[in-house]
């Protein structure tokens, strides 16, 4: 009763300070003067803090449906931009159609079975059957996952994380995959990889389910293992595994428009708020602390990314500020809703630079054709941010560890729990694991049923022509 006395309070003294005494509008409300009878009080106390649940109600679920638009506008436009200006000119627009196209399969995906096998009880590695069809998927909250929003809308909010994650992978296979392949590799993966994954992390019943008591709690508030470590590690996977690009590395291809690019990392940087803020699945503090950190991370990790650069080729470069940026958003992903402003900071600025030593050294050293650094940014980045959450997370920000009186226990190593960070580990593992066996399984199963690249002649003529016959620039109609 204590929380209904509380809010019952507040609509008092709000009422008060208006002139207006608490009393008499009771009274008012039961149609006669005088004081109201203890049972009308009761039903009024009843009726303010209906009031107060539905205002709370509408302005999470508003709150939600704006950061899932937020999250699909990552994937259309953002990522599509994104990657689209980054390849060559006779593959933009297969490059954006990457995006486009998976935003369709994934929502079919996700209706039929998708959502009941990340989210629905079942095993600790697996979701149950029970929302298939979105079945039970209604206006209903599961005070499991979100109390104060509709299941559909978490539900809405949780497809476009699974959407923007297999997009992410085409940068690695982009300018060398079939269409076909993409899109049968790409309903495979959500089903196989993405949803064991999902259900570990954020289903009931999950192994790696830190809110939930699963059986190794690993701290991922918005996707560092889920999202990036999954589609980065897959992403170096289909890079060995389809080879590289005709006349990769001795021929130059440079970004056909940094300009896109920029674009695509401008939608992707607002976009990411809904994606981590909305993470806290309540328009509340936590939201509010997810949002500052997501900003403090992205700035860091781009000067940290610029900084690196302009020590090793003497200037700065708008493609490594964009770049650094997407890392330092992928490194706060998992910890958003766990850190500190300062530790957002320092996160971000050591995603900057390890990230740019990924793409700039390490790719080199080893000879992989990851087409956009999908691997050097998300599986990287993602990696590091999952283990320093485990580093800096701590109870002030968010108390998901108590005992059993409800009293706070240390989070991150820190606050004081050093034993946080192998599970953060372990956690890291599961999904490397999980990412590279499966890729590696399902990219030969397609490979078998359709093929995986394209003819070197439709190589050199560009998959704009070969796969769709069409091309982003018609510069003939442009020049009459």
Same mark, same amino acid.
């Given at each position: 009763?204590?929380?209904?006395?509380?809010?019952?309070?507040?609509?008092?003294?709000?009422?008060?300070?208006?002139?207006?005494?608490?009393?008499?509008?009771?009274?008012?409300?039961?149609?006669?003067?005088?004081?109201?009878?203890?049972?009308?009080?009761?039903?009024?106390?009843?009726?303010?803090?209906?009031?107060?649940?539905?205002?709370?109600?509408?302005?999470?679920?508003?709150?939600?449906?704006?950061?899932?638009?937020?999250?699909?506008?990552?994937?259309?436009?953002?990522?599509?931009?994104?990657?689209?200006?980054?390849?060559?000119?006779?593959?933009?627009?297969?490059?954006?159609?990457?995006?486009?196209?998976?935003?369709?399969?994934?929502?079919?995906?996700?209706?039929?079975?998708?959502?009941?096998?990340?989210?629905?009880?079942?095993?600790?590695?697996?979701?149950?059957?029970?929302?298939?069809?979105?079945?039970?998927?209604?206006?209903?909250?599961?005070?499991?996952?979100?109390?104060?929003?509709?299941?559909?809308?978490?539900?809405?909010?949780?497809?476009?994380?699974?959407?923007?994650?297999?997009?992410?992978?085409?940068?690695?296979?982009?300018?060398?995959?079939?269409?076909?392949?993409?899109?049968?590799?790409?309903?495979?993966?959500?089903?196989?990889?993405?949803?064991?994954?999902?259900?570990?992390?954020?289903?009931?019943?999950?192994?790696?389910?830190?809110?939930?008591?699963?059986?190794?709690?690993?701290?991922?508030?918005?996707?560092?293992?889920?999202?990036?470590?999954?589609?980065?590690?897959?992403?170096?996977?289909?890079?060995?595994?389809?080879?590289?690009?005709?006349?990769?590395?001795?021929?130059?291809?440079?970004?056909?428009?940094?300009?896109?690019?920029?674009?695509?990392?401008?939608?992707?940087?607002?976009?990411?708020?809904?994606?981590?803020?909305?993470?806290?699945?309540?328009?509340?503090?936590?939201?509010?602390?997810?949002?500052?950190?997501?900003?403090?991370?992205?700035?860091?990790?781009?000067?940290?990314?610029?900084?690196?650069?302009?020590?090793?080729? #003497?200037?700065?470069?708008? !493609? /490594? &500020? *964009?770049?650094?940026? $997407?890392?330092?958003?992928? +490194? =706060?992903? %998992?910890?958003?809703?766990?850190?500190?402003?300062?530790?957002?900071?320092?996160?971000?600025?050591?995603?900057?630079?390890?990230?740019?030593?990924?793409?700039?050294?390490?790719?080199?050293?080893?000879?992989?054709?990851?087409?956009?650094?999908?691997?050097?940014?998300? #599986?990287?980045?993602?990696? !590091? /941010? &999952? *283990?320093?959450?485990? $580093?800096?997370?701590?109870? +002030? =920000?968010? %108390?998901?560890?108590?005992?059993?009186?409800?009293?706070?226990?240390?989070?991150?190593?820190?606050?004081?729990?050093?034993?946080?960070?192998?599970?953060?580990?372990?956690?890291?593992?599961?999904?490397?694991?999980?990412?590279?066996?499966?890729?590696?399984?399902?990219?030969?199963?397609?490979?078998? !049923?359709?093929?995986?690249?394209?003819?070197?002649?439709?190589?050199?003529?560009?998959?704009?022509?070969?796969?769709?016959?069409?091309?982003?620039?018609?510069?003939?109609?442009?020049?009459?």
């Amino acid at each position: 009763m204590r929380w209904i006395l509380a809010r019952t309070f507040f609509v008092f003294t709000l009422v008060a300070g208006c002139g207006t005494s608490a009393w008499a509008v009771v009274a008012a409300s039961t149609g006669r003067g005088g004081q109201p009878t203890p049972l009308e009080m009761q039903q009024h106390l009843l009726q303010l803090d209906q009031a107060v649940r539905s205002a709370q109600l509408s302005a999470d679920n508003a709150w939600m449906l704006v950061c899932a638009a937020l999250v699909l506008l990552m994937t259309i436009p953002g990522l599509a931009l994104f990657y689209g200006g980054l390849v060559r000119k006779k593959n933009v627009l297969s490059t954006m159609m990457h995006s486009f196209a998976m935003t369709g399969i994934i929502t079919v995906v996700w209706a039929v079975v998708g959502f009941s096998l990340c989210f629905s009880s079942g095993t600790s590695f697996i979701g149950g059957l029970d929302h298939v069809f979105l079945r039970g998927v209604g206006s209903a909250p599961d005070p499991a996952y979100a109390a104060t929003i509709p299941l559909a809308t978490f539900m809405i909010y949780q497809l476009m994380f699974a959407i923007i994650t297999p997009a992410l992978i085409s940068g690695a296979f982009a300018e060398r995959m079939k269409f076909s392949a993409m899109a049968l590799f790409t309903l495979l993966w959500s089903l196989f990889v993405y949803a064991p994954m999902a259900h570990m992390v954020w289903g009931k019943d999950g192994l790696l389910n830190a809110s939930l008591a699963g059986g190794v709690r690993t701290l991922d508030f918005a996707g560092g293992t889920v999202v990036h470590i999954t589609s980065g590690v897959s992403a170096l996977v289909c890079a060995i595994y389809l080879g590289k690009r005709l006349h990769y590395p001795k021929e130059r291809m440079p970004p056909h428009s940094v300009v896109l690019s920029f674009i695509g990392a401008g939608l992707l940087w607002v976009g990411w708020f809904g994606f981590n803020a909305g993470s806290a699945l309540s328009a509340g503090t936590l939201a509010t602390s997810a949002f500052v950190a997501t900003q403090f991370g992205a700035a860091a990790a781009g000067l940290g990314w610029c900084l690196a650069e302009w020590l090793r080729n #003497g200037k700065p470069s708008a !493609l /490594g &500020a *964009i770049s650094g940026a $997407v890392a330092g958003l992928v +490194a =706060i992903t %998992p910890a958003a809703g766990f850190v500190g402003p300062m530790s957002a900071l320092a996160i971000g600025f050591m995603a900057g630079l390890f990230c740019y030593f990924m793409v700039a050294k390490v790719k080199q050293w080893f000879g992989y054709d990851d087409s956009l650094d999908a691997f050097g940014v998300h #599986g990287a980045g993602g990696t !590091l /941010g &999952a *283990i320093l959450t485990g $580093v800096f997370a701590t109870r +002030a =920000i968010n %108390p998901i560890f108590q005992d059993a009186q409800g009293h706070a226990l240390p989070v991150g190593g820190m606050d004081g729990n050093w034993m946080q960070v192998p599970h953060q580990l372990l956690g890291v593992a599961i999904a490397w694991i999980l990412s590279i066996v499966g890729t590696l399984v399902l990219l030969k199963v397609v490979d078998m !049923l359709v093929g995986l690249r394209v003819s070197s002649a439709e190589e050199h003529e560009g998959l704009d022509l070969s796969q769709h016959g069409e091309e982003g620039y018609d510069w003939e109609i442009a020049a009459s």
